[in-house]
Nanobody, 125 residues
Framework: QVQLVESGGGVVQTGGSLRLSCTAS????????MGWFRQAPEKEREFIAS????????YYVDSVKGRFTISRGNAKKTISLQMNNLKPEDTAVYYC??????????????????WGQGTQVIVSS
């Protein structure tokens, strides 16, 4: 089992920035793609960004492309999400997870980790 811990959320104004972090612990992590997801109030959890095990490839949904940047730490079991130009519609609880490929993570298919508590992001208008 892979445990996931997210951190870095907070309250920011529209146009502000936040940097989220995620650490995976357990049996695996460094050989898999990792990604970020979010769940807004009364909405289903959605995928937003993923990165390959070697950091050579990344994938974003259109709504965050150009504003968010996913990166992977040297330890390979950590990822970050730099979020710039935040909008009220980015308000959500943010989660991370991992899977066999960036596409599998994007499809929320074959995810390997236990969902963590997430980290709350609130963007005020």
């Amino acid at each position: 089992q892979v445990q996931l811990v997210e951190s870095g959320g907070g309250v920011v104004q529209t146009g502000g920035s936040l940097r989220l972090s995620c650490t995976a612990s357990g049996r695996t992590g460094e050989y898999y793609a990792m990604g970020w997801f979010r769940q807004a109030p009364e909405k289903e959890r959605e995928f937003i960004a993923s990165i390959s095990s070697t950091s050579s490839n990344s994938y974003y949904v259109d709504s965050v492309k150009g504003r968010f940047t996913i990166s992977r730490g040297n330890a390979k079991k950590t990822i970050s999400l730099q979020m710039n130009n935040l909008k009220p519609e980015d308000t959500a609880v943010y989660y991370c997870n991992l899977g066999p490929s960036i596409q599998a993570v994007a499809d929320m298919r074959s995810l390997l980790g236990n969902w963590g508590q997430g980290t709350q992001v609130i963007v005020s208008s």
